[in-house]
């Protein structure tokens, strides 16, 4: 696999463990980790506050920002589940490895109950969660250069497997 940088980039649906999984990956790696809805929180206040105030339209354009950003830093950055919907992260994404997190339906609901996501309040919160997924399953599949499924077994061995991964496909300074 040829990518020109050496950052990691983990995308999927909400949930799904990239900023959890995503941090203890970047302490593995001794690489610097940035969560890009953090970089949003912590400019511009609390997500769920910006969708109710400004609308998600302002958010994307925030996260968009947060992602360029963070994607011309490197390291391994965590974006949220809608970040992929941007067509300049899209093909931002093509120099970068990206790594697809997926889980399924029924183990994420408990992850993501009594969270402040905004696309996943009220009651039914996990049929919200199915259909937002299955529409943007084509796009992570399509960005993604490997998939782990986190719906099993401890957190730390999937980070265990993808460090392995990020190690077995480094990129080399000619490329
Ligand atoms: N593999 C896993 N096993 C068990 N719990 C997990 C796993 N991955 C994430 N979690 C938990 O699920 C919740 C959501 O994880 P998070 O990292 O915020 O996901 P995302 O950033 O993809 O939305 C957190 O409470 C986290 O501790
Ligand atoms: O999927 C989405 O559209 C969103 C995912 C969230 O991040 P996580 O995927 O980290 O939960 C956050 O960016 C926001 O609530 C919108
Ligand atoms: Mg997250």
Do not use: C
Not at 51 to 56: D, S
Request: net charge negative; no cysteine; proline share 3%.
């Amino acid at each position: 696999m040829t990518k020109r940088s050496d950052s990691i980039v983990l995308i999927g649906p909400m949930g799904a463990g990239k900023t959890s999984i995503g941090k203890r990956v970047a302490r593995a790696l001794k690489l610097p980790f940035v969560d890009t809805d953090a970089v949003v929180v912590r400019e511009h206040g609390a997500i769920a506050e910006l969708f109710a105030e400004r609308g998600e339209a302002h958010f994307r354009s925030l996260e968009r920002q947060a992602v360029s950003d963070a994607l011309g830093n490197g390291g391994v950055v965590a974006l949220g589940g809608g970040a992929v919907l941007d067509e300049t992260t899209q093909r931002d994404l093509s120099e970068h490895r990206v790594v697809f997190l997926t889980v399924a339906p029924r183990v994420v609901a408990t992850r993501v109950s009594g969270s402040k996501r905004p696309l996943l309040q009220g009651d039914d919160s996990a049929q919200r969660w199915t259909e937002i997924f299955e529409t943007r399953r084509p796009i992570y599949e399509t960005l993604a250069d490997a998939t782990f499924d986190t719906s099993h077994g401890p957190l730390a061995d999937i980070v265990t497997e993808i460090v392995a991964w990020a190690k077995n496909n480094e990129t080399t300074e000619d490329q």
